[in-house]
């Protein structure tokens, strides 16, 4: 059965701290892996990773895929309170896209 | 905004009633896909048409359909409604299919309550 788990279920931080969020996979025909964030309704598209160990950077958030061990992780650096939100990890997996259940993330001021 | 409109934001309707959720998605795209998002269960993938053909089917209750129409919008139908059916409804929509390495972009959801 194709798994997307993500880890941790939630964290709450203080600004300015570094934060890594992870998420696992085991999948067929594993195309892609994509990262979306979501605050109070639709997800917004961050990243979409296809290679291993190629760094993908948008200002303070950076993901990199694994691909021999099947896991991509999302860094955010010097955390906002605007980052707060629920962040989801999906795998293309040629068929549908296939969802974690989400890392919640609190930044408190 | 994604591009991606869905209708409407909220509905509330009793038991065993039917209702019907629409979705518009960015222009140019040709696939739209259907989420359901609960509490306990994450965003679950129901059903996903491209160019007005049903492409991949996931955990889509038969009660439930969808048909995406020649101006590509689609509309998610939604019967003998139960308690259990009350959830955040998403429609994401990309320019290709899944498997080439596109992106989806998420409406704002319809939020179904059943009472």
């Known amino acids: 059965e194709d798994k997307v788990v993500q880890s941790p279920l939630s964290l709450v931080v203080h600004e300015g701290d570094t934060v890594t969020l992870n998420c696992s996979y085991e999948?067929?025909?594993?195309?892609?892996l994509l990262w979306y964030k979501q605050e109070k309704k639709a997800p917004t598209f961050l990243f979409m990773l296809t290679s291993s160990g190629i760094e993908k950077k948008s200002g303070r958030l950076s993901s990199i895929l694994d691909k021999k061990e099947l896991f991509s992780i999302l860094n955010i650096t010097a955390t906002q309170t605007g980052d707060s939100a629920i962040y989801l990890c999906a795998v293309d997996r040629a068929r549908a896209l296939n969802f974690g259940k989400g890392t919640s993330l609190l930044v408190t001021p | 905004d994604s591009g991606v409109t869905q209708t409407p934001k909220h509905l509330i309707t009793a038991t065993g009633q039917r209702v019907t959720l629409r979705c518009s998605p960015r222009s140019g795209d040709l696939s739209v896909y259907w989420y359901q998002q609960s509490l306990d269960q994450g965003l679950q993938f129901l059903i996903q048409?491209?160019?007005?053909?049903?492409?991949a089917k996931g955990n889509i209750l038969e009660r439930f359909s969808a048909q995406q129409f020649p101006d590509l919008h689609s509309e998610l139908n939604l019967s003998s409604l139960e308690l259990g059916d009350s959830a955040l409804y998403f429609c994401a929509s990309s320019g290709g299919h899944w498997g080439t390495n596109t992106e989806a972009f998420f409406g704002q959801g319809t939020r179904l309550t059943v009472v």
């Open positions: 999948v067929t025909n594993f195309r892609s």
């Open positions: 048409y491209y160019n007005g053909e049903e492409r």
